[in-house]
C-alpha cells in the first residue's frame, strides 16, 4: 500500500510564494509519473504540472497547465519519492485544494494514488 503525506499549504497574499510538498511510502518500486492537481470550490480538478520519469536517472520531463506556466515548477527527488510544486507569483485564481498523485509500480501491484489534499488560499 502506497501513501502519501502532503504539506505546504496555507494563506499568502497575491504575489506571495508557498511550496508544497507531497512524500510517497510504502513498497514502492519505480515512480513513472509524479503530479500535482487543484480543485476549486464549484470547479473540476486540473491537472496543474507533471514530471516524467524515462529510463534514464537523470531524465526529467514536465509539462503544466497555461495558467501556471512561468510562475510554477515542479521537482521530484526520486531517492526519497517526493514531488514539491513551487509557486510563485499567486494569483487569487490559484485557491484550491492541491493534490499530488502519483503512478507506479509497488511490490505486487501498480499504483495510481492521490495525496489528502492540502488548501493553498490566495487573498490580500
Known amino acids: 500500500q502506497v501513501q502519501f503525506v502532503e504539506s505546504g499549504g496555507g494563506l499568502v497574499q497575491p504575489g506571495g510564494s508557498l511550496r508544497l510538498s507531497c512524500a510517497a511510502s510504502g513498497n514502492i518500486l519505480r515512480i513513472y509519473a509524479m503530479s500535482w492537481y487543484r480543485q476549486a470550490p464549484g470547479k473540476q480538478r486540473e491537472l496543474v504540472a507533471t514530471?516524467?520519469?524515462?529510463?534514464?536517472?537523470?531524465?526529467?520531463?514536465?509539462k503544466y497547465a497555461d495558467s501556471v506556466k512561468g510562475r510554477f515548477t515542479i521537482y521530484r527527488d526520486n531517492a526519497k519519492n517526493t514531488v514539491s510544486l513551487q509557486m510563485n507569483s499567486l494569483k487569487p485564481e490559484d485557491t484550491a485544494v492541491y493534490y499530488c498523485?502519483?503512478?507506479?509500480?509497488?511490490?505486487?501491484?501498480?499504483?495510481?494514488?492521490w495525496g489528502q489534499g492540502t488548501q493553498v488560499t490566495v487573498s490580500s
Open positions: 498523485n502519483m503512478r507506479g509500480r509497488a511490490v505486487g501491484t501498480d499504483f495510481n494514488s
Open positions: 514530471i516524467l520519469s524515462g529510463g534514464s536517472a537523470n531524465y526529467k520531463e514536465s
